[in-house]
């Protein structure tokens, strides 16, 4: 089943620039699908796809003449009369990739659309080639709305200003089944529970056999193994680097190094306090979250709580900037979106939370506050991930 990800519609209006569109995210996220499904958008003949995982694909790039290259690409199918589009999957796989696109895009009327499952490679790769020449666009797991039309959920109300319980009631079910599977296609798509729960082993095996001991240099691959674990136990918590770097053995920047390439690698993400000109408030270290509630559910024992606030994150970030908010006495503000939206996460909300919100949020100068329910409640300020 073919899913049209929401992501296409911020790189659409892209596609008849001259720059090229680099696609990167997690492992089996939808990268190789949504790059085959602008590969049938495009109205052209003259347009070739190249899986660069398969040995046989990177031959055409081992030239050291890169007109050579695009003579190779011309044994494809490319022509060589008018504009030509070259989709490229798993570019990290061609370490000079970069220098080669930028030259063919100088030489020739090529437009290269990309994608690749790290930004802690593709990032630093492309930042000095394509300086200005580039749109770089992060694809996540399907985020609850995805999930609910590759689900053929009914279709939302198109208003929903306060959701009945009825309409709670339609897609709670929904809702279950993404907290505890999670948003991976290929795990959605599964139609039983057993087949579900292999395919997120297949996912965290691959990751960590491709992107952690195929890509990364680290020595102690050991050690990157037992902190995936102990990071998913802490999924929504806030990060003891001390701690962690003496549970696992290792030095603080060793430590350090380790959460980086776990960030560029897109399976955890690290948010930075809210701070304003007038905070004299202590400064939190970051709060972790994990790529995908179904993993976590699967490698860990987090609290419902947590599992729920990890899903809650990971939707919302797609629509900007997201940071947390805390005080010294404790009052905390869970998510804060571009610096103007208050967001605090609970399983049974109640009014006391929402007037502790309006209260911090409006004290913060945030333009709105919401609570977002787990479980429904007749309150106008709560909000839920189907109508986030």
Known sequence: MLIERELYKSITPLLPSPESIVITGMRRVGKTTLLKYIYDQIDSHNKIYLDLENPRNQIYFQEMDYDAI???????????DGR????????Q???QLPSIVKYLMDTYPIKFILSGSSSFYLKNQFSESLAGRKYIFELYPLSF??????????????SMAQPSLAIYTTYKSFMEEYLKYGGFPGVVLKSSDSEKQAALDDIFTS???LEVLQFSDFRKSHKIRDLLFLLMERT???LDVQKL?????IARQTLMDYLAFLEGTYFIKIIKPFTTSR???????????????????QFSQVDEGSLFENAVYWNLQQKGNINYYQRKNGAEIDFVLANKQAYEVKIHPEKEDIQKLKLLSSDLGMESAHLIGREYVPMQEVLYLFNL
């Open 70 to 80: 695009r003579k190779n690409l011309e044994l494809l199918g490319l022509k060589n």
């Open 236 to 238: 929504g918590s806030h």
């Open 207 to 209: 990751y960590y056999q």
């Open 84 to 91: 030509a589009y070259v989709f490229l999957d798993e570019i």
């Open 93 to 95: 796989w061609i370490k």
């Open 145 to 158: 709305s995805e999930f609910l039309r590759i689900r053929n959920a009914p279709p939302l109300p198109d």
């Open 245 to 249: 770097a003496s549970t696992l053995g």
């Open 279 to 297: 905070d004299v408030e202590i400064r939190k270290t970051g709060k972790l979250y994990v790529c995908d509630p179904g993993l976590v559910r």
